[in-house]
């Protein structure tokens, strides 16, 4: 099968490699596109490493067609459609996913968009409403809102019921955040998100993927009992916090990953999207939004369309098998 293959500060290749089996529990994917995401920048960067026993290699999660079911499935069968959540691996025409982190692909999406779908599905449901148990007519202020993470959080939050409020930096992002569902969409380069959120009442949960010195001023937006979730530290994993706010107001400052979580943890987490969010997808309430696709040989060039910040929504990579 055809791999992007990757090591430190060489350019992704595309090499013919060994086409993988399924282990008990797994199945394996003949891969029609994997989604590009920030963390495999990381790895790349050797800033995320793989756990162990996970492929070397990037790609977080893909679409496309089951290919061969390893001992002890039950469910997938050979030639269902279905996207899913890996460990690693999914740059390829081929993919190994554990069968618990596996959904049907939906049935209103081409398999293109349904490669977008796990990792910003999965992590905004385990970090908005689970960690951040976010409730009906509560306020979310998400970072990034024109990220696949965001675009993904303020239609999942809207359809909820929830108020959403969003940064962005370029006056497009900021109007398809809108169009999206937000109710305000704040401009970071010029304006003052803390003053605006306060103006507005304050924020009851707060999805952070910048760290730095924006994590003091979502403990200073959020009302009394607020959660803050961390998922990524673009401005660095330090900050000096007056944590008599903390304190006084008695918020809760999280964080997570999702990759590290055992397979078990995934599952659970799937069940729940199946529950809550497909429905969701096949009422057309809630959309991936595709910023660009390119070939698999061409990962390099997603890398850069993803490193310069210029994107919006999920870029996609599509195998030539």
């Given at each position: 099968?055809?791999?992007?293959?990757?090591?430190?500060?060489?350019?992704?290749?595309?090499?013919?490699?060994?086409?993988?089996?399924?282990?008990?529990?797994?199945?394996?994917?003949?891969?029609?596109?994997?989604?590009?995401?920030?963390?495999?920048?990381?790895?790349?960067?050797?800033?995320?490493?793989?756990?162990?026993?996970?492929?070397?290699?990037?790609?977080?999660?893909?679409?496309?067609?089951?290919?061969?079911?390893?001992?002890?499935?039950?469910?997938?069968?050979?030639?269902?459609?279905?996207?899913?959540?890996?460990?690693?691996?999914g740059?390829?025409?081929?993919?190994?996913?554990?069968?618990?982190?596996?959904?049907?692909?939906?049935?209103?999406?081409?398999?293109?968009?349904?490669?977008a779908?796990?990792?910003?599905?999965?992590?905004?449901?385990a970090?908005?409403?689970?960690?951040?148990?976010?409730k009906?007519?509560?306020?979310?202020?998400?970072?990034?809102?024109?990220?696949g993470?965001?675009?993904?959080?303020?239609?999942?939050a809207?359809?909820?019921?929830?108020?959403?409020?969003?940064?962005?930096?370029?006056?497009?992002?900021?109007?398809?955040?809108?169009?999206?569902?937000?109710?305000?969409?704040?401009?970071?380069?010029?304006?003052?998100?803390e003053?605006?959120?306060?103006?507005?009442?304050?924020?009851?949960?707060?999805?952070?993927m910048?760290?730095?010195?924006?994590?003091?001023?979502?403990?200073?937006?959020?009302?009394?009992?607020?959660?803050?979730?961390i998922?990524?530290?673009?401005?660095?994993?330090?900050?000096?916090?007056?944590l008599?706010?903390?304190?006084?107001?008695?918020?809760?400052?999280?964080?997570?990953?999702?990759?590290?979580?055992?397979?078990?943890?995934?599952?659970?987490?799937?069940?729940?999207?199946?529950?809550?969010?497909?429905?969701?997808?096949?009422?057309?309430?809630?959309?991936?939004?595709?910023?660009?696709?390119?070939?698999?040989?061409?990962?390099?060039?997603?890398?850069?369309?993803?490193?310069?910040?210029?994107?919006?929504?999920?870029?996609v990579?599509?195998?030539?098998?």
């Amino acid at each position: 099968m055809r791999k992007i293959i990757h090591g430190p500060d060489q350019p992704l290749t595309l090499a013919v490699v060994a086409r993988p089996e399924p282990g008990p529990g797994e199945i394996l994917i003949r891969v029609a596109a994997a989604g590009v995401n920030r963390p495999d920048l990381m790895q790349r960067a050797g800033l995320y490493p793989a756990p162990p026993g996970a492929p070397e290699t990037l790609g977080l999660e893909v679409s496309g067609t089951v290919e061969v079911v390893g001992p002890g499935v039950t469910r997938w069968h050979e030639g269902d459609e279905v996207c899913a959540l890996l460990s690693g691996g999914g740059y390829a025409t081929y993919a190994v996913a554990h069968e618990g982190s596996v959904l049907p692909a939906p049935k209103n999406l081409p398999l293109i968009e349904a490669a977008a779908l796990p990792e910003t599905v999965f992590t905004v449901w385990a970090n908005v409403f689970e960690a951040g148990a976010l409730k009906p007519k509560e306020k979310l202020l998400v970072h990034g809102g024109a990220s696949g993470i965001g675009t993904t959080a303020i239609q999942m939050a809207k359809t909820h019921g929830a108020r959403v409020f969003v940064t962005a930096g370029d006056d497009a992002k900021l109007k398809l955040c809108e169009q999206l569902g937000a109710d305000r969409a704040i401009n970071y380069r010029t304006e003052d998100f803390e003053t605006i959120v306060r103006d507005l009442g304050g924020a009851d949960v707060v999805l952070d993927m910048v760290g730095g010195p924006y994590v003091q001023k979502n403990l200073n937006v959020l009302n009394d009992h607020g959660r803050c979730i961390i998922i990524a530290f673009l401005q660095g994993p330090h900050a000096d916090l007056n944590l008599m706010r903390l304190m006084l107001k008695r918020l809760t400052l999280t964080g997570s990953t999702l990759r590290s979580r055992s397979n078990e943890e995934k599952a659970r987490i799937a069940r729940e999207v199946e529950r809550v969010v497909w429905p969701w997808i096949e009422a057309g309430k809630l959309k991936p939004v595709i910023d660009s696709t390119f070939p698999l040989a061409d990962a390099e060039a997603a890398h850069a369309r993803l490193q310069s910040g210029k994107h919006a929504g999920k870029i996609v990579l599509v195998a030539q098998n």
